[in-house]
Nanobody, 126 residues
Framework: EVQLVESGGALVQAGGSLRLSCAAS????????IAWFRRAPGKEREGVGC????????YYQDSVKGRFTISSDNAKGLVYLQMSSLKPEDTAVFYC???????????????????WGQGTQVTVSS
């Protein structure tokens, strides 16, 4: 059974940094794309970063490029989202998601991901 557990969410001031972790179990790293999504109050779920755990390729939503970095530690079964220069508009529940069959053109389609974590709250104060 695939399980994803996020951690690291917190209250942080604007301009600050935070690192989220996604602990993945029950899947084989190298076979999955793992992405971070977020859902802000009243907004649609938005993909922010995705990593191909096979070759390490990373992809970012334009709104976070240069501020967020996604990485993985395949040996430990962890995927990280390092966030810096945080803005109040980054406030959201952040989720990690995984799927073995994500195509490049669909990495931001949340409905194409099979497995989801429970989410972790990130709040950025102004």
């Amino acid at each position: 059974e695939v399980q994803l557990v996020e951690s690291g969410g917190a209250l942080v001031q604007a301009g600050g940094s935070l690192r989220l972790s996604c602990a993945a179990s029950g899947l084989t790293f190298g076979d999955y794309a793992i992405a971070w999504f977020r859902r802000a109050p009243g907004k649609e779920r938005e993909g922010v970063g995705c990593i191909n755990t096979n070759d390490g390729s990373t992809y970012y939503q334009d709104s976070v490029k240069g501020r967020f970095t996604i990485s993985s530690d395949n040996a430990k079964g962890l995927v990280y989202l390092q966030m810096s220069s945080l803005k109040p508009e980054d406030t959201a529940v952040f989720y990690c998601a995984a799927d073995p069959n994500i195509l490049l053109f669909s990495i931001w389609n949340y409905y194409d991901y099979t497995y989801w974590g429970q989410g972790t709250q990130v709040t950025v104060s102004s």
